[in-house]
């Protein structure tokens, strides 16, 4: 198609095709094994899929409601109550999204206003400083310390300012599988007390977290809750991030602001498969065993690389572990990355593209939630390396 000359400036001048979709891309053309991307490779159970299957024969095919399904929102609010404590109001706090990359987006769009700034933590998941950006919003940054990933609370404290808006956390947190603990959100709540400062709290690990840890959900913090839009997604609890569903919860002024926004990014979002979500989720074993059945995972992986020249630095949540390659060669993270597909077969993730100013730590992201045989074959080939 012929395109008409200079009619594009870039809203994101600087940004290229996401890390995973790369990795994942040159894991399939290598035939590598793709411990890249995370998601699982094993499948969802089929009592979910037969429920979905069952919303649409009887004619659960139309728009959904705005916000959401009532029936999951109340299973949510249920849900939330009983691990955190707190009571969220199905009817106006509460709001089912497009997996959470959409409820991120939509809670930005719907408070950052040209010229805020935007506190993230570094390395940070990949969508929030795109749409800090798109929306007029000027990142900033703060660096976790390597290499138990920690946050100076203080160094936060002096860049709050007049033009702060939002702070953004993930916990369990992607990519370093590290933690927040209870004096870490008390800290936050300290610094954000008394200012006009919202929080997003980026809770979509809330349910794989490690060696008897408690999950800090911002809602259990009355000072965090008053000011949070809390996020998470079922792609990560329930095997399916393919159906791209999850939710926010938010104080009610919150999301007022949050569904403007939201009804006009996706106005609502898959109806059969939320109808199948509200039945599934009330069987609290289908999220609490989560943990352990991830823990496993890590230990089953790491014990079979503890002898190799990775280095591995231990995971807190989520289901991804760091190795540190620092042992084995000098070279930058992207192109190791690279190497190990096309020479080894087996794919990760560099960790300095989570980062601001790619500081390269020698270290690379691999995705656990795996078969047994496709950690073991993995294992087996990064020993030998
Ligand atoms: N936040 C974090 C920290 C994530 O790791 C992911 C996806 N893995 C998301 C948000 C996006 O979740 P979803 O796939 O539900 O959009
Ligand atoms: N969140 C997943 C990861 O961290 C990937 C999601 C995506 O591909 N955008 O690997």
């Not at 929102?73 to 089912?96: C, D, F, M, W």
């Not at 490690?210 to 800090?216: I, L, M, R, T």
């Amino acid at each position: 198609m012929a395109e008409y000359p200079n009619i594009i400036k870039s809203k994101l001048p600087k940004v290229g095709t996401t890390i995973f979709t790369v990795m994942s891309q040159l894991a399939n053309e290598q035939n590598a094994i793709n411990l890249s991307q995370g998601f699982p490779d094993f499948d969802s159970s089929t009592e979910l899929s037969n429920l979905v299957t069952e919303a649409m024969n009887k004619g659960v095919n139309q728009y959904a409601p705005m916000a959401g399904l009532i029936s999951l929102r109340e299973q949510i609010a249920i849900k939330t109550e009983k691990l955190y404590g707190v009571n969220y109001h199905p009817e106006s706090e509460i709001t089912i999204t497009a997996g959470a990359t959409q409820a991120i987006y939509t809670a930005i769009a719907a408070m950052v206003h040209e010229g805020d700034e935007v506190i993230i933590f570094t390395p940070a998941y990949d969508c929030y400083e795109p749409a800090i950006e798109l929306n007029g919003g000027k990142p900033v940054f703060v660096q976790m310390n390597a290499p138990d990933y920690s946050i100076n609370w203080e160094q936060v404290k002096k860049l709050i300012n007049q033009r702060t808006k939002m702070i953004i956390i993930n916990t369990p947190h992607n990519p370093t599988g590290t933690v927040l603990s209870n004096e870490d959100m008390q800290a936050l709540e300290k610094i954000v007390s008394d200012t006009d400062i919202v929080v997003i709290s980026d809770e979509v690990y809330e349910h794989i977290i490690f060696d008897g840890e408690h999950h800090q959900s911002a809602a259990r913090f009355p000072g965090l809750a008053e000011r949070a839009f809390i996020i998470s997604s079922f792609g990560k609890t329930f095997h399916n991030t393919g159906w791209k569903l999850g939710y926010c919860i938010a104080p009610k002024n919150l999301m007022v602001e949050f569904r403007k926004a939201h009804q006009f990014v996706v106005f609502c979002v898959n109806h059969p498969m939320q109808y199948a979500l509200a039945e599934y989720i009330k069987k609290e074993s289908n999220y609490l065993e989560l943990s352990s059945f991830y823990q496993q995972k890590r230990d089953y992986f790491n014990s079979l690389i503890k002898d190799s020249r990775f280095e591995i630095l231990p995971s807190k949540g989520t289901y991804f572990e760091l190795l540190s390659y620092k042992n084995i060669t000098n070279m930058a993270d992207t192109e190791y990355a690279i190497e190990l597909t096309k020479k080894h077969k087996v794919a990760s993730i560099p960790v300095s593209v989570f980062y601001h100013q790619k500081l390269d730590e020698k270290v690379l992201r691999f995705c656990v939630a795996k078969k047994e045989e496709t950690l073991l074959k993995a294992a087996e080939i990064l020993s030998k390396v």
